[in-house]
């Protein structure tokens, strides 16, 4: 698509006269709605929605909802300039995202009040700032909060907001990047729910390596943990991302780092990188993990897992660099070899069962499709007026029953058991059909990835 004249915002409904001409508008608002293990922000129709929690300006990736999205529409779009109005958790971040694909943008603060400002917060918002061309400012500034302005700003001035905004004329045009495609695939927030779960593997280590680390994500969660680490990553701009963040991260080829790394780690970390080797360059991986890890450290690799149904068809190939699957058991054995033990694995823990499974449903008995009412279809007189004979008068009025009348209940109840136990006999039918459904069903539940850890 070529490059656009037209300037992409991206507010919650927030209009300017400066903004409502020749723009394209992607507005957004907080939802209550509890999303775990989804992404922070999702669309209904044309209508953006947010995890309320990434409203806060903390959090660093937890807080970033809408880079995704907004990453997906610069690349589709091309326009000539990103908008961002009101400085919020789910939108500061968006600076940094337009600069990381090549485009320009500025910055609206549309609300004249302070809001809170964690200090560890300061060199994320001090480096999504400086990535704007111009921040402006709708309304005179408290002071408190112009003075933290100007502090986090550096030489850059805050401008007022009049009736025009300085847009360049087109956007810079792109070619395909792998940093950028993967960029754009992966929801920061996401991640960090997915990934924190992983942190305890590390409790009481004192320094962990976190190989092909990208932005940083994992090494952010450890931090918040207490835990020193440190990240290895090839790709120039995600270094540069993650430094901005405080994270500390060396660029570098993940195999000539550990070639060269005379250090020793008691925690190693590597996530969804063996599928991006050949089989001869795993085999170099595992022993120089092993020469890197400390005596008594861990190592924890996750890697899509081969027998996961929807990791083969929903996922894996998305991925242009993707080279080759790898089995659990074959990690483990190379591990083996070079002295490293296997004490915890995921794909253990849920037991892959292969169920057979037929193309046609198993048939439940014809005979028992139906089970009627105990003594249905039995004869009934009704007439009322039938004179009853004085025996059967009297033993109503005594609460006895006839012969005849006992002999029809018996056979009712006969009826009735032999109705019970066909209805029994379906459904036990029913139920071992489904159980066998279901375990069929259930390969589809098994995780995308397999997770090993390993110890020295």
């Known amino acids: 698509m070529s490059s656009s004249v037209t300037p992409l915002v991206v507010s919650r409904s927030w209009r300017h006269a400066a903004l409502v001409e020749a723009c394209h508008f992607l507005d957004y608002q907080y939802s209550s709605e509890p999303r775990p293990y989804t992404q ?21 990736f937890r807080q970033q909802a809408l880079n995704s999205l907004v990453a997906k529409r610069l690349l589709a779009d091309r326009p000539s300039s990103l908008i961002i109005c009101g400085l919020e958790g789910a939108s500061l971040d968006l600076p940094r995202v337009a600069s990381f694909l090549g485009f320009s943008s ?33 309304e005179p500034l408290q002071a408190a909060w112009q003075q933290c302005l100007h502090q986090l700003l550096g030489d850059k ?3 007022p907001l009049t009736d025009s905004i300085d847009l360049p004329l087109s956007a810079k045009p792109s070619n395909f990047d792998y940093a950028s495609y993967e960029f754009c695939q992966r929801d920061h927030s996401l991640l960090c729910k997915m990934q924190e779960i992983e ?16 932005a940083g ?9 207490g835990i020193d680490a440190v990240g290895v990553e090839r790709d120039a701009k995600l270094v540069a991302y993650g430094r901005e963040m405080g994270l500390a991260i060396t660029e570098a080829d993940a195999l000539d780092f550990l070639r060269n790394n005379e250090q020793q780690f008691d925690g190693i970390y590597c996530s969804h990188f063996i599928e991006h080797l050949p089989f001869s360059a795993l085999q170099e991986l ?71 499974f037929q193309v046609e449903p198993q048939a439940l008995p014809e005979n028992l499709q139906r089970v009627r009412s105990a003594g249905q279809d039995q004869p009934r007189n009704d007439n009322k007026d ?13 609460g006895l029953a006839t012969r005849a009348e006992l002999t029809a209940t018996y056979s009712r109840l006969a009826a009735l058991e032999q109705d019970l136990a066909q209805q029994y006999r379906y459904n036990q039918a029913l139920e071992e059909r489904t159980e066998a459904l279901w375990q069929v069903n259930q390969t589809w539940a098994w995780n995308d990835n397999a997770t090993l850890r390993f110890t020295k």
Not at 290 to 301: D, E, H, I, Q, T
Not at 386 to 398: G, N
Request: charge should be negative.
């Open 40 to 60: 922070a922000a999702w669309q209904q129709g044309d209508q953006v929605f947010v995890e309320q929690r990434c409203e806060a300006l903390s959090g660093g």
């Open 199 to 214: 942190c305890h593997h590390f409790a009481g280590c004192e320094r962990v390596l976190d190989l092909g680390c990208g």
């Open 386 to 398: 039938e004179p009853k004979r004085m025996v059967q008068k009297i033993a109503a009025m005594l």
């Open 286 to 356: 595992i022993e120089l993990l092993s020469r890197c890890l400390a005596p008594g450290g861990r190592l924890l690799l996750s890697f899509p897992d081969p027998e996961s149904i929807r990791s083969q068809l929903l996922g894996f190939w998305r991925d242009p660099e993707h080279v080759r699957y790898y089995h659990p058991e074959l990690v483990q054995t190379l591990a083996a070899a070079e002295g490293l033990k296997l004490d915890w694995s995921s794909y253990q823990q849920q037991p892959h069962n292969v169920a057979p």
């Open 106 to 138: 500025q910055f609206i603060l549309t609300e004249p009040a302070p809001k809170e400002l964690p200090q560890e917060c300061h060199n994320w918002v001090r480096s999504c700032l400086s990535k704007a061309e111009r921040v402006y400012v709708l």
């Open 157 to 159: 001035t805050l401008e």
């Open 217 to 225: 994500i994992f090494l952010q969660l450890l931090a918040e943990q």
